[in-house]
């Protein structure tokens, strides 16, 4: 199975400042088609998880451009600039590549 | 609008099998590239993908719970099932569907709580 591991594990951030989640997985999420096989997610209290990035860099439909992805085969990066109220909660990266799909142990983000 | 949402029986004892119902809207599995997956997450932990039924019925499972787990689809009804034979309390926890391109779009989960 791939391994997706994350840190830190939890991020203290002043309402206004950036914060960056790093992402490491354990084989290349670089498929031959060119595309990189790596998400984002946000578990918001008491919420489900919904989708940030996909394919290591792209916004999803309704999300703030506060947030970015980045990164290479096996190194990624969830950059929010400007952090918010409403950014609090879980962050997970997840690889949807290859069976099984796997996830990230998570990175809980609050305000200081 | 695409939405999902995820039934099932609540609790349930040890080594029965667990029924789950996604049923979903905006959308059609019939549509060429479209999916449904299950993910689960045991309370206060991380996310564990389970399995995913594609439009063409192609299933891909978790190979740490193929044995048990067992997905199908009623095109025609809007709906995706997850049966998951011998439960434990190891298998407590939330279960989520999701539209299975990025996991973009989640139900709000159903809480499945497996005790004697």
């Known amino acids: 199975d791939i391994v997706m591991t994350q840190a830190p594990l939890s991020v203290s951030v002043t309402p206004g400042e950036s914060a960056s989640i790093s992402c490491r997985s354990s084989k290349s999420l670089l498929h031959s088609n060119g595309i990189t096989y790596v998400y984002w997610y946000l578990q918001k209290p008491g919420k489900s998880p919904q989708l940030l990035i996909y394919?290591?860099?792209n916004l999803a439909s309704g999300v703030p451009d506060r947030f970015s992805g980045s990164g290479s085969e096996t190194d990624f990066t969830l950059k929010i600039s400007r952090v918010e109220a409403e950014d609090v909660g879980i962050y997970y990266c997840?690889?949807?590549?290859?069976?099984?799909?796997?996830f990230g142990a998570g990175t809980k983000l609050e305000l200081k | 609008q695409v939405t999902l949402k995820e039934s099932g029986p609540g609790i349930l004892q040890p080594s029965q099998t667990l029924s789950l119902t996604c049923s979903f809207s905006g959308f059609l599995l019939s549509a060429s590239s479209v999916g449904v997956g299950w993910i689960r997450q045991p309370s206060g932990k991380g996310l564990e993908w389970l399995a995913t039924i594609g439009w063409e019925d192609v299933k891909h499972y978790n190979p740490s719970l193929k044995s048990r787990l067992t997905i199908s689809k009623d095109t025609s009804n809007n709906q995706v099932f997850l049966k998951i034979t011998s439960v434990d309390t190891a298998d407590t926890g939330t279960y989520y569907c999701?539209?299975?391109?990025?996991?973009?779009?989640w139900g709000q989960g159903t809480l499945v709580t497996v005790s004697s």
């Open positions: 999701a539209h299975s391109a990025g996991f973009a779009y």
């Open positions: 997840g690889q949807l590549l290859e069976n099984p799909y796997t």
């Open positions: 394919r290591m860099s």
